[in-house]
């Protein structure tokens, strides 16, 4: 990532902050997850494997997106302790989607894809 797209996605998270359009904390960030409110969660990678697998698994579940963060910076960016930051849909999700996206080849980031399970029964795929 170079430090323009490092500067918009900071940007973008303090932006999310200001407009209250973040929440933070487990308990917070599990529950716009699971009530469908969240447009994407960020997820610092210097979390623990137990962490990132519990947030994996509900994202999954609520069909949300995840992407992993350089170690530091989702505190950097909003100056706030923690390790998540739920995103509230709506257009600032969708910004800070797309800016992912387009960072998602360098090594800074990398997109979380949920475990495949080979016994899935029945539904539509939307792949």
Do not use: W
Request: hydrophobic content about 35%.
């Amino acid at each position: 990532m170079n430090e323009q797209q490092a500067a918009r996605l900071r940007g973008l998270m303090g932006l999310c902050v200001r407009a209250r359009q973040a929440v933070f904390g487990e308990d917070g960030c599990m529950k716009t997850i699971r009530a469908g409110n969240c447009g994407v969660l960020l997820l610092d990678s210097g979390a623990s494997a137990a962490t990132q697998e519990k947030y994996r698994g509900v994202c999954k579940n609520a069909s949300t997106p995840i992407e992993l963060l350089p170690p530091g910076l989702l505190h950097e960016a909003t100056g706030k302790p923690g390790v998540a930051m739920a995103v509230l849909k709506g257009g600032l999700a969708g910004q800070m989607r797309q800016q992912l996206s387009d960072t998602a080849q360098d090594a800074g980031i990398r997109k979380m894809k949920p475990n495949k399970s080979p016994k899935h029964s029945g539904g539509a795929s939307v792949e």
